[in-house]
T-cell receptor, first 116, second 114 residues
Framework: GNSVTQMEGPVTLSEEAFLTINCTYT??????LFWYVQYPGEGLQLLLK?????DKGSNKGFEATYRKETTSFHLEKGSVQVSDSAVYFC???????????????FGQGTILTVHP | DVKVTQSSRYLVKRTGEKVFLECVQD?????MFWYRQDPGLGLRLIYF???????EKGDIPEGYSVSREKKERFSLILESASTNQTSMYLC?????????????FGNGTRLTVT
C-alpha cells in the first residue's frame, strides 16, 4: 500500500536557520505529492505541491523537489522565522481513479518550533 | 476562497452518548473526508464520500458512521462514544477527478469523551 514517512520531530531552530524536513514515500506509479502546514489551533493548509518527477513546488520561501529516484519530497527553507512554527505534514495522492477518489495518505507530522 | 466549516471547535461528551460532528463546504466539491488527528500518528482517514449518499470506509472506520444527504454537508456520527475516541477531528473536501486538486480542511473539532 501507500505510505509516507517523515523525519521525527520536534525540530527546534533559531530564527534565520536553514530548515530541512525529510519525507519519503512508498507508492505505485507516480503519485502527486503535497506539503501541508497546520498552525496552532487551525486546520491544515496546503503549503506546496508537485505532480511529476523533478517538479519543484514552492510557496512562502519553502521549497520541495519531487525526486523519483529516491522517492523523496524533502521540505526546505533557507531562513526560518518565528511565524513558521507549526506542524508540517507530507502527503501523497495516488495516481488513478477507482476507489482512490483523491484520498491522501499523510505522514505523521513534524513539529517545528522557531525561537527568536 | 474555499470554506470548510465544522460546527464545533470543542465538544465534551460522556461515554455512551451519540455524537454528531457536522461539516459544510461551499465549493461544490464532490469529495468529502473525515480524518482523525492524534499526536505521533498523523492523520488517519475514518470515512470519505465521493458523492451524495455515497461513502467508503477509510483506515479506521470502527465505531463511526457517516451521512451525506446533501452535497455540501458531511456528518460524522459516533454511535456510542468511548474514551478512546477522544481526539481532534478534521473534515476536508476536494474535487473528485482533478489530479492536482488539494484537500481543503476545516479548523477541526476537539472532542473529549469522559
Amino acid at each position: 500500500g501507500n505510505s509516507v514517512t517523515q523525519m521525527e520531530g520536534p525540530v527546534t531552530l533559531s530564527e534565520e536557520a536553514f530548515l530541512t524536513i525529510n519525507c519519503t514515500y512508498t507508492a505505485t506509479g507516480y503519485p502527486s505529492l503535497f506539503w501541508y502546514v497546520q498552525y496552532p489551533g487551525e486546520g491544515l493548509q496546503l503549503l506546496l505541491k508537485a505532480t511529476k518527477a523533478d517538479d519543484k513546488g514552492s510557496n512562502k520561501g519553502f521549497e520541495a523537489t519531487y525526486r523519483k529516484e529516491t522517492t523523496s519530497f524533502h521540505l526546505e527553507k533557507g531562513s526560518v522565522q518565528v511565524s513558521d512554527s507549526a506542524v508540517y505534514f507530507c502527503a501523497l495522492k495516488p495516481l488513478g481513479g477507482g476507489t482512490s477518489y483523491g484520498k491522501l495518505t499523510f505522514g505523521q507530522g513534524t513539529i517545528l518550533t522557531v525561537h527568536p | 476562497d474555499v470554506k470548510v466549516t465544522q460546527s464545533s471547535r470543542y465538544l465534551v461528551k460522556r461515554t455512551g452518548e451519540k455524537v454528531f460532528l457536522e461539516c459544510v463546504q461551499d465549493m461544490d466539491h464532490e469529495n468529502m473526508f473525515w480524518y482523525r488527528q492524534d499526536p505521533g500518528l498523523g492523520l488517519r482517514l475514518i470515512y470519505f464520500s465521493y458523492d451524495v449518499k455515497m461513502k467508503e470506509k477509510g483506515d479506521i472506520p470502527e465505531g463511526y458512521s457517516v451521512s451525506r444527504e446533501k452535497k455540501e454537508r458531511f456528518s460524522l456520527i459516533l454511535e456510542s462514544a468511548s474514551t478512546n475516541q477522544t481526539s481532534m477531528y478534521l473534515c476536508a473536501s476536494s474535487y473528485r477527478d482533478r489530479r492536482n486538486s488539494p484537500l481543503h480542511f476545516g479548523n477541526g473539532t476537539r472532542l473529549t469523551v469522559t
